[in-house]
């Protein structure tokens, strides 16, 4: 199957058509308010009312803990998966109803891949550990350790990938999904259109090496 592709912090209507156009399955918008790359429901909704029926549309929340308040939010978006960041969370039994949920962990020297055995989700994004970001950061992590996750569920790898290290991060890992944020932007939440090019052609030349 080929890797699926979440491009994340989307706040400008022209940069997620142009991702779509160039085949991603996922598109994220945060609606952390203290995050460079927030954007306002009301925003986000009349953006995903321009995509297309087979892309996801994600809503990205960090440090929640009323899962009333993040499902209210998704709501008024329209999105149709929540992703959720800590260090807070809701407490879940799973999955809330109508939506797809994919835990983010922050992964740090202490990640074990058997500490996902403990969360109850669709899907697993892990990024790197930063002391003050929730998400975002930038920065790659070991991958090995994003290998080892996969027996517990399907994994979206995230943190500072990039044009350049896309390719070797899909060969090492062979991930569900990349997730891109900072490596395709001219700004916080601005895409930069020669670098989203260039990533999804790197992850599609990855692809054809398997």
């Known amino acids: 199957m080929p890797t ?37 429901p009301e925003t986000a909704r009349h953006i995903i009312g321009r995509l297309p029926p087979f892309v996801t549309p994600v809503g990205v929340y960090a440090n929640e803990t009323d899962m009333d308040h993040v499902t209210a939010i998704a709501a008024e978006a329209g999105v149709g998966a929540i992703q959720l960041h800590g260090p807070q969370f809701p407490e879940l039994a799973g999955p809330p109803a109508g939506y797809s949920l994919i835990r983010a962990v922050a992964v740090g020297e202490d990640f074990t891949a058997e500490s996902l055995a403990a969360f109850q989700a669709n899907a697993f994004l892990l990024d790197a550990l930063h002391p003050r970001l929730s998400g975002g950061t930038g920065k790659p992590f070991d991958w090995e350790l994003a290998r080892d996750a996969r027996r517990y569920g399907d994994i979206i790898l995230a943190g500072g990938l990039n044009p350049g290290n896309v ?44």
């Open 4 to 40: 699926r592709i979440k491009v994340c912090g989307i706040t400008r209507l022209e940069d997620a058509l142009l991702a779509v156009e160039l085949g991603a399955d996922a598109l994220g918008f945060n609606f952390y308010r203290p995050s460079p790359r927030y954007i306002a």
């Open 167 to 210: 390719g070797r991060a899909i060969q090492e890992v062979r991930p569900y999904a990349v997730d891109v944020a900072s490596g395709v932007e001219s700004a916080p939440g601005q895409k930069d259109p020669a670098l989203l090019r260039a990533f999804f052609a790197a992850v599609q030349e990855a692809d054809r090496k398997f």
